[in-house]
């Protein structure tokens, strides 16, 4: 074996690997719904829902999504409320919104035939390099490594793979690596055993390295080094962010606000915020009046409640601000009654927010 900046494997161990592999993962794979057939469709769902989300929640959520919208023509056609009403819950609401987009190419511009190969796929809304190769591969058998965290994990591992995941660059790596060692007539299963190795023996707290079914391949398992990779560089803490949360209430309940069509927590309703940098204490009334045509009065800045919520990049710190309204001229604000609050589309912020104030 040659060392560079990772062990490179011979076409006899590479041909080995892939046979100890699948031999365990037809007697040990995951029973999971979106493994029953290679629908596109459905592995497609899967893949996006398994965005930023544990396995154990997407099940149900899976189950519910193909019920209420069992085919690409039907999320393509979904009620924007609809398609967000099955989603609550998941987070990440743009994944949604994108899957929808997704579906409408599809249908308009495929005429409801998938595009079978990763280079077509990367074409649709939502979908990036990882996706597209998942489902290539699963659903068409097109030989495409699906490099995600698992397979970061695991053959930094395996091959004691120096390079640093951080780095754009490094993915390149990567797939190159992989694209030599993924089986030629099985590569979905491949790929989907290379997820079930790396979220069980090859997972990246307490792993079980010695009793891996791919133990005899793995150079840092074996010389105990296996907690070194992947190599990465830390990211940076999430920038903190403060902001006022406008708690607005209306004869009947409270005044919302939609937020915009694009950025964080798109398209909700929610309490209006405003960065606290936006707008000084004592010019509150003057700030909504000129910005918003919504008159305030009465208002109470409270300093004592505080809410965080943390996206990926960004910490919210949230206080509240509490006010009268004596009148609004605002499409994008909204009256509702306190129970409507709890009923309607909420954002996990909202909701933070709600019981805060409950």
Same mark, same amino acid.
């Given at each position: 074996?040659?060392?560079?900046? =990772?062990?490179?494997?011979?076409?006899?161990? /590479?041909?080995?690997?892939?046979?100890?592999?699948?031999?365990?993962?037809?007697?040990?794979?995951?029973?999971?719904?979106?493994?029953?057939?290679? !629908?596109? =469709?459905?592995?497609?769902?899967?893949? /996006?829902?398994?965005?930023?989300?544990?396995?154990?929640?997407?099940?149900? =959520?899976?189950?519910?999504?193909?019920?209420?919208?069992?085919?690409?023509?039907?999320?393509?056609?979904?009620?924007?409320?609809?398609?967000?009403?099955?989603?609550?819950?998941?987070?990440?609401?743009?994944?949604?919104?994108?899957?929808?987009?997704?579906?409408?190419?599809?249908?308009? @511009?495929?005429?409801?035939?998938?595009?079978?190969?990763?280079?077509?796929?990367?074409?649709?809304?939502?979908?990036? %390099?990882?996706?597209?190769? $998942?489902?290539?591969?699963?659903?068409?058998?097109?030989?495409?490594?699906?490099? !995600?965290?698992?397979?970061?994990?695991?053959? $930094?591992?395996?091959?004691?793979?120096? !390079?640093?995941?951080?780095?754009?660059?490094?993915?390149?790596?990567?797939?190159?690596?992989?694209?030599?060692?993924?089986?030629?007539?099985?590569?979905?299963?491949?790929?989907?055993?290379?997820?079930?190795?790396?979220?069980?023996?090859?997972?990246?707290?307490?792993?079980?390295?010695?009793?891996?079914?791919?133990?005899?391949?793995?150079?840092?398992?074996?010389?105990?080094?296996?907690? @070194? =990779? %992947?190599?990465?560089?830390?990211?940076?803490?999430?920038?903190? /962010?403060?902001?006022?949360?406008?708690?607005?209430?209306?004869?009947?309940?409270?005044? #919302?606000?939609?937020?915009?069509?694009?950025?964080?927590?798109?398209?909700?309703?929610?309490?209006?915020?405003?960065?606290?940098?936006?707008?000084?204490?004592?010019?509150?009334?003057?700030?909504?009046?000129?910005?918003?045509?919504?008159?305030?009065?009465?208002?109470?800045?409270? @300093?004592?409640?505080?809410?965080?919520?943390?996206?990926?990049?960004?910490?919210?710190?949230?206080?509240?601000?509490?006010?009268?309204?004596?009148?609004?001229?605002?499409?994008?604000? /909204?009256?509702?009654?306190?129970?409507?609050?709890?009923?309607?589309?909420?954002?996990?912020?909202?909701?933070?927010?709600?019981?805060? #104030?409950?």
């Amino acid at each position: 074996m040659i060392v560079i900046s =990772y062990i490179e494997w011979s076409d006899d161990t /590479i041909k080995q690997f892939r046979r100890t592999l699948l031999t365990w993962y037809d007697e040990n794979k995951r029973d999971l719904p979106w493994r029953k057939d290679t !629908d596109p =469709y459905h592995v497609f769902i899967s893949e /996006i829902m398994l965005q930023q989300t544990q396995v154990n929640t997407v099940i149900d =959520y899976y189950l519910k999504f193909i019920e209420a919208f069992p085919t690409v023509f039907d999320l393509a056609q979904a009620p924007e409320d609809e398609l967000m009403a099955v989603w609550q819950g998941l987070g990440y609401y743009s994944r949604a919104r994108n899957m929808q987009a997704a579906a409408k190419q599809i249908v308009l @511009d495929y005429e409801g035939h998938w595009p079978k190969t990763a280079k077509e796929l990367e074409q649709l809304k939502g979908i990036g %390099p990882y996706t597209s190769c $998942a489902i290539a591969s699963i659903a068409f058998g097109e030989v495409e490594p699906a490099i !995600d965290g698992n397979a970061f994990r695991v053959f $930094a591992r395996l091959l004691k793979i120096e !390079d640093d995941i951080a780095k754009p660059k490094t993915k390149t790596l990567f797939y190159n690596i992989v694209k030599k060692i993924i089986d030629p007539d099985r590569p979905g299963d491949f790929n989907q055993a290379i997820m079930d190795l790396g979220s069980s023996y090859m997972k990246a707290k307490n792993p079980i390295i010695e009793q891996s079914p791919v133990y005899e391949f793995d150079a840092s398992g074996q010389e105990g080094t296996y907690l @070194d =990779y %992947p190599v990465k560089t830390k990211k940076k803490p999430p920038q903190k /962010i403060p902001y006022y949360a406008f708690v607005i209430k209306t004869p009947t309940g409270y005044l #919302l606000e939609k937020r915009p069509q694009t950025g964080i927590l798109a398209n909700f309703t929610m309490f209006p915020l405003i960065k606290k940098s936006d707008v000084e204490k004592e010019a509150i009334v003057d700030y909504f009046k000129a910005n918003y045509s919504v008159e305030l009065a009465h208002i109470e800045v409270d @300093d004592s409640q505080k809410v965080t919520h943390t996206f990926t990049h960004q910490q919210w710190q949230i206080n509240f601000v509490k006010a009268d309204l004596v009148r609004f001229n605002n499409a994008n604000f /909204i009256e509702v009654n306190e129970k409507e609050l709890y009923q309607l589309n909420l954002s996990a912020l909202q909701k933070k927010m709600n019981n805060i #104030l409950a």
